[in-house]
Nanobody, 115 residues
Framework: QLQASGGGLVQAGGSLRLSCAAS????????MRWYRQAPGKERELVAT???GAPATVTGRFTISRDDAKNMVFLQMNGLEPWDTAVYYC???????????????WGQGTQVTVSS
């Protein structure tokens, strides 16, 4: 349902843009989020994007979404070694009208920042 991409290895101070695409059968997508989980740490929320909302800047990161393409993005600038983690996209998806939304997770994409 959710496919994340765009991770990789980058030097400190560099940038990466993560993408996440929703696929399958559904009628609407609600809130979309990016989380990350570093080794030995709990998963933490990075950014949230509501449907129809403009891009939102949170520190060095900007979350945006393309509702026409069912995608969410995370632009990460000024990356630091402590940003190293697996980044997961998350979305509340309604499979059919009259049904409640369900929460879906992407498979995660590794971001590694070297010093």
């Amino acid at each position: 349902q959710l496919q994340a991409s765009g991770g990789g290895l980058v030097q400190a101070g560099g940038s990466l843009r993560l993408s996440c695409a929703a696929s399958g059968t559904f009628v609407s997508i609600g809130v979309m989020r990016w989380y990350r989980q570093a080794p030995g740490k709990e998963r933490e929320l990075v950014a949230t994007a509501h449907k129809g909302a403009p891009a939102t800047v949170t520190g060095r990161f900007t979350i945006s979404r393309d509702d026409a393409k069912n995608m969410v993005f995370l632009q990460m600038n000024g990356l630091e070694p402590w940003d190293t983690a697996v980044y997961y996209c998350n979305a509340e998806i309604r499979r059919a009208w009259g049904r409640a939304t369900s929460e879906y997770w992407g498979q995660g994409t590794q971001v590694t920042v070297s010093s």
